[in-house]
């Protein structure tokens, strides 16, 4: 790994275990600032929010700055947003500076793959970018379980400025290891990325990632007091937990690759729906159980990461046929559209908590995934038939994965490789 890689995946780790590290505190948020649980879940919905919105709008607005400033400026940015979080007095604070570090997310993303590329030759691009986004995948393995342990033991700001200091850590490597002058295209002006969203095509796939993956942060938000509430486990088990759900995460975004490839888009996105379906179908009856609700969230995880590298595939292919000149901001829009549905559908689980109980978030989860599998039966492919890539260019080339398994809000902007129809 180059010095300059390594930058970007420390501030990759930095950001994914920031996004999602608020899941396992949630508890402890609202305890501390006398907040409900549905306000505390805001923090997410915030967040996510911040990821949609700013990942298309504010890249194109800073699309002449030098991209070595511009990621040190963000991950300062970032920075900031944390230590403001960790030192918020009211919900209020930390709920502004959730929504800053959700801006910087998404435009780092959205400018740092492409820098990953240069730094390496034309056939090792892939592999550049690949090693950036393992921050994202080291943080949803280690970083958010770590973080919530420490969140319990210390209090919940601990992690919020333990992150800080890792994003001034961050910010100082990239500002010695990238190169001076990278070189860049300018990214599309607003008025070309919102034409995007008048592809028929491109919308139905949007809404396939907007509610198959986000539908899941219905019930995933409230992981943890759902977890201690009802399966009446312990802080540590809830670590425990995310640990399990992240590593299941890892294996469901590969997956999601082999099982395009051998199905096609569709017929991919049917399997891996039925699949949460069956997962959240069986979570209500699975959560009082602990052996049972661990082996529910593992199926649970896996089919709905599955789900990302499935989802772009499609949308690659789909913007090389309507809209080829704007392959890289249909697939920056996809991930608005991930990021989207997570901030929507935390705030619907909200809504359940405080109306009929937690234990209505999985049934709300389940009916999502069930009502999505009519419409991908009708527009998920996106030629002729469903797409196929190989399963190794879904997880590891840039044009492809941005869909975090993760996370989770990440735009990359190469151009596609050949596909062929199913």
């Not at 973080?147 to 961050?170: E, F, K, N, Y």
């Not at 034409?195 to 990632?209: C, D, E, H």
Request: glycine share 12%.
């Amino acid at each position: 790994m180059s010095p300059a890689l390594f930058a970007l995946a420390v501030a990759a780790f930095a950001i994914g275990t920031t996004e999602f590290v608020m899941i396992g505190l949630v508890p402890d948020v609202a305890l501390d600032l006398t907040v409900t649980i549905p306000q505390a879940g805001l923090l997410v919905t915030g967040y996510a929010l911040a990821v949609t919105v700013g990942a298309p709008t504010v890249t194109a607005l800073t699309g002449r700055l030098p991209r070595r400033g511009l990621v040190a400026g963000l991950m300062g940015l970032f920075t900031l947003g944390n230590l403001l979080g960790g030192a918020a007095p009211t919900y209020e604070v930390l709920l502004a500076g959730r929504i800053v570090t959700g801006v910087a997310h998404g435009v780092f993303f959205a400018v740092g793959a492409p820098i990953a590329m240069g730094l390496a030759d034309r056939e090792r691009g892939a592999r550049a970018v690949a090693t950036m986004f393992a921050g994202l995948t080291f943080a949803m393995v280690i970083g958010v379980p770590f973080g919530t342990i420490v969140g319990q033991s210390l209090g919940w700001r601990a992690p919020l400025l333990a992150v800080a200091v890792l994003g001034c850590l961050a910010t100082a490597l990239l500002r010695l290891l990238l190169p001076r002058e990278i070189p860049h295209v300018r990214p599309a002006g607003l008025q070309s990325q919102f034409a995007v969203l008048m592809k028929p095509r491109l919308l139905a796939l949007y809404f396939i990632a907007m509610t198959g993956f986000g539908g899941s942060f219905v019930v995933f938000t409230f992981l943890a007091p759902l977890l201690r509430e009802v399966t009446h486990v312990s802080p540590a088990a809830v670590s425990l937990a995310l640990m399990a759900f992240g590593a299941a995460a890892v294996v469901g975004n590969f997956g999601g690759g082999r099982l395009s490839d051998a199905l096609g888009t569709r017929r991919g996105l049917i399997a891996a729906l039925v699949g949460l379906v069956l997962a959240l179908a069986t979570l209500p009856f699975s959560a009082p159980h602990v052996l049972t609700m661990f082996a529910n969230l593992l199926l649970w995880s896996a089919c709905c990461f599955c789900l990302g590298p499935i989802v772009q595939s499609g949308v690659v292919a789909a913007a090389e046929e309507v809209a080829p000149g704007a392959v890289a901001t249909a697939s920056g829009f996809n991930i608005a559209a991930f990021n989207f549905g997570i901030a929507t559908f935390s705030a619907i689980g909200g809504l359940l908590v405080a109306g009929p109980g937690i234990m209505t978030t999985p049934w709300g989860a389940q009916l999502l995934a069930a009502l999505r599998l009519s419409p991908v039966c009708l527009s998920a492919h996106t030629s002729r038939g469903a797409c196929r890539f190989p399963a190794k260019d879904l997880i590891l080339q840039p044009d492809q994965h941005l869909a975090k398994g993760l996370s989770y809000g990440d735009l990359c902007r190469a151009p596609p490789r050949r596909f062929r129809s199913s």
